[in-house]
Nanobody
C-alpha cells in the first residue's frame, strides 16, 4: 500500500511564500514523475508543475518564475516552493506521483489535497 501525505498549506498574504511537501510511504520501488495540481472553486483542476525522474521540470505559464518544483529521492518526497503568491493562486493543491510499487505495478497515487489561501 502506498500513501501520499501533504503538508505545508495555509493562509498567506499576497507576495508571501509557502512550501508544500508531499511524502510518499509504503511499498515503493521507485518514483517516476511528480505532479502538482490545483483546483480553485468553480474551476477545473489545473496542472501546475511536473518534475521527471531525471529532474526535468515544467510549469504552467501562470506560475513560471514564481513556483519551483523539486524532489528528494531518498526521502520519497516532492516539494512545491511557491513565492510571490497572488490571490489567484488560492486553491486546493494536490500532489500526484507516478510510482512503481513493491509489486512492480506502475500507477498514479494522489495526496489528500491541501488548502492554500492568499489574501490581498
Amino acid at each position: 500500500q502506498v500513501q501520499l501525505v501533504q503538508s505545508g498549506g495555509g493562509l498567506v498574504q499576497a507576495g508571501g511564500s509557502l512550501r508544500l511537501s508531499c511524502a510518499a510511504s509504503g511499498s515503493i520501488f521507485s518514483i517516476n514523475h511528480w505532479n502538482w495540481y490545483r483546483q480553485a472553486p468553480g474551476k477545473q483542476r489545473e496542472l501546475v508543475a511536473t518534475i521527471t525522474s531525471g529532474g526535468n521540470t515544467n510549469y504552467a505559464d501562470s506560475v513560471k518564475g514564481r513556483f519551483t518544483i523539486s524532489r528528494d529521492n531518498p526521502k520519497n518526497t516532492g516539494y512545491l516552493q511557491m513565492n510571490s503568491l497572488k490571490p489567484e493562486d488560492t486553491a486546493i493543491y494536490y500532489c500526484a506521483a507516478n510510482i512503481y510499487n513493491g509489486g512492480f505495478v506502475e500507477r498514479d497515487y494522489w495526496g489528500q489535497g491541501i488548502q492554500v489561501t492568499v489574501s490581498s
